[in-house]
C-alpha cells in the first residue's frame, strides 16, 4: 500500500499536493467558492458574530492559520481553542457562535466531546473532517470534508494542508454570503489556492534531497526552535510539534515577536533555528523585523535555516542555510512553508533510524479523554 515509497509518512507528504487539488474540486466555479454541503446556510452564516475553532493538535494548527483568513476575508471574530481546554471552561457561547471543528479522523474523544457542549450550548456546529461519516460530522449541524484520502502514518501531513485549503474555502465562502469581499477579489484568492498543488510540487522535486541531508547532519541534535510571525506562526508551530512527535527531539515553535520577550534566553551557539520568512513583497516591514530577528539570533550564535521566498535576496547574508518556496499571496504562504517542515521532521526521524509511521506513545485517533 506505500506504493513504493519507505514510509505511509513519505507517500502522504508526496500526497500533499493531491490533497489540495481533491478538497478544492467540485468547491470552485468560475472564480467563485460555492460549497454544495454549504447551500442553505447562508442564514446561519449572516446571523453569526464569532467563530470558535476546536480541536487538537495538528488540527489546532490549521485552525491558528485559518483564523487570519476567516478575519481578513469573512470579517468575523475568530477564536481557536484546544478542545479540551474549552470544554473544562464556561466559554461565552450562544446562538450566535458557529463552532467549527476540525479532526482528520472524525473520531477524536476531545473534539467530539466538545462538540457535543458547544451544542448543549446553543452554538451552531460546523465539522471539517477527513473521514465519511465519522462520529464528530454526524454530531454536527454541517461538514465540509477535506479531500487528502485515507493518512495512515500517526503524525498528519496531508489531512493538514487540506485542512487549511478547507478552512480558506469556507472563509471565502462566507465572505461571499457576507458580501465582505468582491467577487474579483475573491477570484484573485482563488486562482492563487489553485496554483498551490503545483508549487507544493516544486519544493518536493527542488528542496527535498537537500532538507534529507540537512537532517542527516543534524540526527544528534537535540533542541530545535522554530519561530515565524503572522500566518509563520502556527507553522512554527506545526513545525516543533512534528519533530517532537516523530524524532522525539525537544522543539518549541516561538511567535518571532515574541523571542526578545524570553526565549532569546535558549539562543547559545550552535542552537538550530528554524526561521519562516514572510514575502517583503507583501510587507516590507513584517519582512524587515523577520530578516532583524535573524541577525540577533545569529549574533548569539544560533545556526539559521531560513524558508523563504524565491528571490529574497536579503536573507542570503544572514541565514546559514537558506531553504526556497515558490512566490504565492501571503495567506498562501504557509501552505508552502509547512512542507519543509513535514520533510525535516521525517528526514531527521529517518536517520535517527525511529519508525516514522508510528511513533512511541502514539496514536493516530485518540478515542479517550
Ligand atoms: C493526535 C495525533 O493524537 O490527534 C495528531 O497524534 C493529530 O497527529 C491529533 O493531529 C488530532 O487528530 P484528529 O483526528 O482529530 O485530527
Redesign the pocket.
Known sequence: EKGGWPSFMSKEVSEEPEAIANTLRGRINNGAVEIPELDGLDGLFEGISRIVVI?????AYAGQVGKYAIEQWARIPVDVELAHEFRYRDPVIGPDTLVVS???????MD?LMAVKFARERGARTLSICNTQGATIPRESDAVVYTHAGPEVA???TK?FVAQIAALYLLALHVARVRGTMSAEAIAEQVDELEAVPTKIQRILDTESARITELAHWMADTRSVLFLGRHVGFPIALEGALKLK?ISYIHAEGFAAGELKHGPIALIEPGQPVFVIVPSPRASALLHSKVVSTIEEIRARGARVIAIAEEGDAAVLPTADEVLRIPLAAPLIEPLLAVVPLHLFAMGLATAKGLDVDQPRN?????TVE
Open positions: 480541536a487538537c493538535g495538528t488540527a476540525i479532526s482528520q479522523s472524525g473520531e477524536t473534539t500517526v503524525a498528519s489531512a512527535e502514539l496514536a493516530k485517533s485518540v
